[in-house]
């Protein structure tokens, strides 16, 4: 493979299909993806290690991605968290501030999980002094990263970062340039695992996968994830500062079947459509035939490691 490729390169491993694609200033480069075996990928986390690199190996052949890839991960192994926490400006008290009540708050062993945050406001007191700070913090269980870092490195490439598959479809798919009071809406991306985020604007400040399983768009699937994104919007509107949600957003391959978008809305509530899947980077630079709603996760992690 090339290694001589310049710009970022996200990869996503959505369990039924892999997609990569590299960006160089804010522009599609290389794009490619591939159906993947079945049993290589379970519920978002890797559960055959060696099967995954050889079927690297093979994906990112012939291609100019580069070995420097960012990756995403989305599965029940990860905990997402919003804190509020005192306003700390050193960077050590505030880690372990975040790490005290994330211990609280996250239901799995510190010791045993990778863990990071950011800040995404600020609340002053009357006074101008002291106040609060809201951090999202997410954890991982530790030996599912290294699972998929292991596979990712066998197979040649070189991680350079792990982020949230939500964060990366928020970048691509997320509204810019609103005005403040933003209202929140619900992402939802139908592919190998359904993923369903919250966001404020640009902020993620909520996600999870679903259990609901993408089958081809039956009822029974359309029922069961109606029902999953109320309880994902009454959970959220229950979270201190909540704000009134507006619509819900559609991606992945799911969000391209027939109706899909009409169904969901009926059963919802709200304002469903299916979000425009590379948003401002648009579709012009793929191969002709190529599935655009495949890229959006990989390209916004690309965005992400080019920032």
């Known amino acids: 493979m090339p290694g001589t490729s310049k710009g970022s390169t996200g990869l996503d491993l959505d369990g039924s299909y892999a997609s990569a694609v590299r960006i160089t200033g804010g522009v599609i480069e290389e794009a490619v993806t591939a159906d993947m075996p079945g049993g290589l990928i379970r519920d978002g986390e890797v559960e055959d290690v060696d099967g995954l690199t050889h079927f690297l190996r093979d994906f990112v052949k012939n291609h100019n991605l580069g070995k420097n890839v960012a990756l995403g991960v989305a599965n ?5 968290r919003s804190l509020d926490i005192p306003a700390i400006e050193d960077d050590e008290e505030r880690n372990a501030a975040v790490r ?5 708050a996250v239901a799995m062993p510190l010791d045993e999980a990778v ?4 800040v995404i ?3 002053a007191t009357a006074d101008g002094s002291g ?3 809201r951090v999202i913090v997410v954890a991982a269980r530790e030996p599912m990263i290294m699972r998929l870092v292991d596979a990712v490195r066998g197979a040649g490439l070189r991680p350079v970062g792990i982020d949230l598959s939500a964060f990366a479809l928020m970048r691509i798919v997320a509204p810019e340039g609103e005005q403040e009071p933003a209202p929140a809406r619900v992402y939802c991306h139908l592919g190998g695992v359904t993923n369903l985020a919250v966001g404020v604007g640009n902020t993620c400040v909520f996600t999870r996968p ?3 399983v993408w089958d081809g768009g039956s009822p029974d699937f359309i029922s069961a994830l109606a029902e999953e994104i ?3 919007m009454d959970y959220y509107t229950g979270q201190p500062d909540a704000r009134q949600v507006s619509e819900v957003l559609l991606s992945g391959p799911g969000s391209q079947r027939p109706g899909m978008v009409d169904q969901v809305a009926g059963l919802v509530g709200l304002p469903v459509s299916a979000a425009p899947p590379l948003g401002r980077l648009g579709a012009a630079s793929l191969r002709m035939g190529d599935d655009p709603s495949r890229y959006t996760v990989a390209a916004g992690l690309a965005l992400g490691a080019e920032e």
Do not use: I, K
């Not at 863990?115 to 950011?118: A, E, K, P, R, S």
């Open 115 to 118: 863990l990071d945050y950011q």
């Open 210 to 212: 679903l259990a609901t």
């Open 131 to 133: 106040g609060s700070m």
């Open 121 to 123: 406001s600020h609340a």
């Open 100 to 104: 005290f009540q994330a211990s609280e």
């Open 230 to 232: 109320r309880l994902s």
């Open 76 to 80: 029940q192994q990860v905990a997402v």
